[in-house]
């Protein structure tokens, strides 16, 4: 069974862009979760998504969204890139009513 | 907010086993302890869970005492591959739809030594 997915995984962007970060679950699995990590702050929740529907999101600005589609694939997009969101963006799948969660190798964003 | 508390680092020898203590005095009655393994640049990978007393898999167990307040993760045998940070995670996670009522803290950097 294939884990979870991400694509790609390391990005270089320039202050004011934006990226779009991709996350393909395992198969059967519907809630899909991204996290930031960065040195200083640990692993932050930013928002899950099940069945296409945002369920939950964490403190982070309106630059940080995303969406769902109906295979259950997720997509983060971070529009007007600062240099602090550079970091670790992962992301981890869930089956429903499942406990545990299994996390994708991440993709690395470097903002410069 | 269930929080967590663990020792930041803890070093080993080769063939030791390990113990990584978590506590959780906070914990809730629909909340589980989930442990993960990162190492640098990967994403956290599931190592196991309980809710209470005792669990074992084939690379770990888990022990949790009666009232929850802690659990403490063994390792045995460590190898130089079991370089990490370790993570204990309370809560129901996923199934109130990710883990954004818990932090992962800084978790327990472990170096086994050869």
């Known amino acids: 069974k294939a884990g979870v997915t991400q694509t790609p995984r390391y990005l270089i962007k320039t202050r004011g862009q934006q990226v779009t970060l991709s996350c393909s679950p395992i198969?059967?699995?519907?809630?899909v979760s991204w996290y930031q990590q960065t040195p200083g702050q640990g692993l932050q929740f930013l928002f899950e998504?099940?069945?296409?529907?945002?369920?939950n999101k964490g403190n982070f600005p309106g630059r940080f969204s995303g969406r769902q589609f109906s295979n259950s694939r997720s997509e983060m997009n971070v529009s007007t890139l600062e240099l602090g969101d550079s970091a670790l963006y992962l992301c981890?799948?869930?089956?429903?009513?499942?406990?545990?969660?299994?996390f994708g190798q991440g993709t690395r964003l470097t903002v410069v | 907010l269930a929080k967590t508390t663990q020792p930041i680092s803890m070093d080993s020898y080769e063939g030791q086993e390990v113990n990584i203590t978590c506590s959780h005095n906070?914990?809730?009655?629909?909340?589980?302890i989930t442990w993960y393994q990162q190492f640098p640049s990967q994403g956290p990978r599931f190592i196991i869970q309980?809710?209470?007393t005792k669990v074992t898999n084939e690379v770990a167990s888990l022990f949790i005492p009666a009232d929850r307040k802690s659990s403490t993760l063994s390792l045995p045998r460590v190898s130089l591959s079991d370089t990490a940070v370790y993570y204990c995670?309370?809560?129901?996670?996923?199934?109130?739809?990710?883990?954004?009522?818990?932090?992962f803290g800084t978790g327990t950097k472990l170096q086994v030594i050869p």
């Open positions: 995670l309370v809560g129901d996670g996923p199934r109130s739809g990710g883990y954004q009522k818990v932090t």
């Open positions: 309980g809710y209470k």
């Open positions: 998504y099940f069945s296409e529907t945002q369920r």
């Open positions: 198969s059967g699995h519907r809630s």
């Open positions: 981890a799948s869930s089956s429903a009513g499942g406990t545990e969660a299994f």
């Open positions: 906070n914990i809730a009655t629909n909340d589980y």
